[in-house]
């Protein structure tokens, strides 16, 4: 014989001795049970009477919350469904059966109330493990089967992710109405319809995401319009509070690490030329943030959750600092060419919002020394250099001007114009040329200095603003030769160039101010924004000022594990 057929075959018959020994063992039991169901007919309710009430006592003991669906708003739990009930056709005698005092049996060969959970999501609406009954001599009959319901759950997201949610178990009669089935709670109390522990937590496994707050459980009377029959339910009330470790965590300080970004666009200096990329990098950052909390949340129009508006607000206050952004690039851009700058523009923006920011604008200062006068060094067609002084002496009037003495220089230009570019290069007006690459001047008559070359001004020197000439010089050339007065002119020409440059450059550096004012002012602004709108958003949730200790916690002073017997009918 091959040795696996022989072992199955000591198997078969070790399991046979027990059984026999278990049966022979215990021969009042087996009697007994022989006796209560030989003629036992499940079908029928256990009543004497066929008006009168069975009364079906409930209770629940949660084991453990599996999961809780905001998306699908569905509630999985793990629970024990105790049940009892008085059924006289399971009475004996103890006596008469050796003292067997209770009895364990097959729950589906008795009997039972067709309990079943109304909102249910899963399709098994009753208990799908049938698990043995115990019936005791009195006619009581206890039946804990454990089963995991998904029951509909009306999820409210206002406060996401510092919400708290109720979650409903409707369990009632399938078949029976309360004329015939008076469905109670086990822990009721006479006069009363409310049990405020109506569940069992003395075996509940701690939940990771959720803390129990309130279980009570409300026996319910319903009539409806086509019977005049009540139809009884238990409905218990699981409140829950959800732990925000995780939430805040990953979502809620990630989003207001990327918010208090905004503000640093406003520190970027416009030159970088990054102010507006960065600007959208964190908009698209938000974004991504705003589809995983859709993607968690259920998609409901009623209410818009507390971090869908953070996100919201986070979301609309890039986007402005966005606009402001193209608005102070505008600013840093402009020139003289473009835009010319207000006078109350430069009074609020260069002299009042710097003091009230705190911010002071380092002041450049010119080297007047350098720029009080000037040197020309010119080599005659003889191959002789000459000196000619050509002082600065600049004057604070904008429209002052020194005077040529005409008769020792004519052909001084009389505008701004007339010192062109194309004039001095073809020197009609001047008699010659100032080309510096160009003919040999003729031979004309040396003089041997030009110190009588002077000029004459109004303004000291202190109060230089600006290295180059504001008014054109008077000259006096009395021995001076007509080469060195065209030089002189040319220069002049340079000099009013590099001032209308310098010029330029100071009314862009005004601009560049002023953008940078508009930074300071607005990095202020959307702080204080951040700050508000943050503490306004979060701090809503109620139930950041729950302190209510949660009742699994100290589920020991409420747990039972004594045999709860119906209330007598």
């Known amino acids: 014989m091959p040795p696996i057929i022989g072992e199955t075959l000591r198997v078969w018959f070790l399991s046979a001795l027990v059984v026999h020994g278990a049966v022979a063992g215990n021969p009042d039991a087996k009697r007994l049970y ?39 708003q569905i509630m999985t739990t793990n629970l024990w469904v105790e049940q009892s009930w008085y059924d006289y056709k399971l009475r004996w005698e103890p006596k008469e059966y050796g003292g067997v005092k209770m009895l364990h049996v097959p729950s589906d ?121 009540p139809y009884l339910d238990i409905t218990f009330n699981i409140t829950m509070r959800r732990k925000t470790l995780f939430y805040t965590v990953n979502i809620i300080i990630p989003c207001m690490g990327i918010s208090f970004l905004t503000v640093l666009t406003f520190y970027l200096p416009s030159d970088s030329g990054e102010k507006v990329t960065l600007s959208i990098s964190i908009l698209i ?30 979301m609309i206050l890039v986007s402005i600092s966005i606009c402001v952004t193209v608005v102070v690039l505008n600013v840093h851009f402009r020139s003289p060419q473009t835009h010319k700058m207000a006078p109350w523009v430069k009074r609020v923006f260069i002299h009042i919002l710097p003091r009230l920011l705190v911010m002071r604008r380092p002041q450049y200062k010119f080297e007047t020394n350098r720029y009080s006068s000037g040197r020309v060094l010119m080599r005659t067609v003889r191959g002789k250099e000459k000196t000619c002084y050509y002082p600065y002496h600049p004057s604070t009037q904008e429209d002052s001007e020194e005077h040529l003495t005409p008769k020792r220089f004519h052909s001084r230009a009389a505008s701004k114009e007339d010192l062109s570019p194309s004039s001095l290069a073809d020197g009609a007006r001047f008699g010659g040329s100032c080309l510096i690459h160009g003919p040999p001047l003729p031979p004309l008559p040396l003089h041997t200095e030009c110190e009588d070359l002077s000029v004459s001004g ?27 007065h065209k030089s002189c002119i040319c220069v002049r020409f340079i000099a009013e160039h590099t001032k209308m440059l ?56 409420f747990g039972t594990t004594a045999v709860v017997n119906c209330p007598p009918q």
Request: glycine share 4%.
């Open 34 to 72: 022989d006796d209560l169901l030989s003629n036992y007919n499940k079908l029928v309710r256990p009543v004497v009477n066929t008006s009168d009430v069975l009364r079906v006592c409930i209770k629940l003991k949660l084991s453990q919350l599996i999961d809780v669906n905001l998306k699908n």
């Open 109 to 229: 060969h008795i009997w039972r109330p067709d309990i079943v959970l109304y909102n249910n999501a899963d399709g098994n609406f009753e208990v799908t493990l049938a698990t043995k009954a115990t019936i005791y001599h009195q006619g009581l009959v206890e039946w804990k089967p454990p089963a995991i319901y998904k029951s509909s759950c009306e999820i409210d997201v206002e406060y996401f992710p510092f919400d708290e949610q109720t979650c409903v178990l409707k369990f009632g009669s399938w078949t029976y109405d309360g004329f015939k089935v008076d469905l109670r709670h086990m822990d009721e109390k006479s006069g009363s319809n409310v049990v405020d522990v109506g569940v069992d937590l003395s075996e509940f496994y701690m939940s990771v995401e959720w803390d129990i707050l309130e279980v009570p459980a409300v026996r319910n009377e319903k009539f409806y319009t086509c019977c005049d029959e």
């Open 285 to 314: 950052s938000l974004h991504v943030f705003f589809l995983l909390v859709v993607e968690i949340i259920p998609p409901t129009s009623l209410v818009v959750p507390l971090l869908g508006k953070y996100l919201i607000f986070a």
């Open 458 to 484: 109004e303004a000291g020197i202190e109060e230089v603003k600006s290295p180059v000439l504001r008014s054109p010089p008077a000259f006096s050339h009395s021995r001076c030769p007509p080469e060195i």
């Open 502 to 557: 310098e010029d330029s450059t100071k009314v862009k550096e005004d601009w560049k101010y002023v953008a940078m004012v508009l930074d300071r002012l607005f990095l202020w602004i959307f702080t204080l924004a951040v700050l508000v709108g943050t503490a306004g958003i979060i701090l809503q949730a109620p139930t950041l000022y729950d302190d209510r200790v949660p009742i699994d916690k100290k589920f020991n002073e």
